[in-house]
């Protein structure tokens, strides 16, 4: 295989990096908006929580459309040519858990639910760090391996 097929190997192609890109966005931005308007009570304007939630919820299905659309290409072409595990295994295991935190907050017991929702909130805040990690470390890994060319 040649240098620049390998280099390409387990990248998205632009429309796909792109709209996953805005989808966390939106995810993100709604989730921690509507933990700042909840909890710590931050005026947002007219933005209700509701609303807030309705993004959050809509763009979460939206999430793991993008997830599943990722996992035989860019996942496994990546961890297959051995790139960026570290970060890619982190980036899986948080979107497991706000998965399944966000699934328990609907379908889980009351008992649990205060519990719940901390985890969801702190894997979410997690998530908005270690997307970009992901990317960071993935793009000074492509850097790298232009120079060596």
Known sequence: MSHSKRSRIGLLPRW????AH?????CA???????LKRQAGLDLGEVSAHSLLVWHGTSSALTLVVLGSVLPGHVRGAWNARRNRATGVLMLAVMVALMATGLLLYYGSEEARDTTVLVHWAVGLAAVAAFPL????????LAKLALTR
């Open 134 to 141: 992901h990317l960071v470390v993935g793009r000074q890994y």
């Open 29 to 35: 931005v709604s989730g921690l908006g509507f933990l």
């Open 16 to 19: 796909q990096r792109l709209s």
């Open 22 to 26: 805005l989808i966390f966005t939106v």
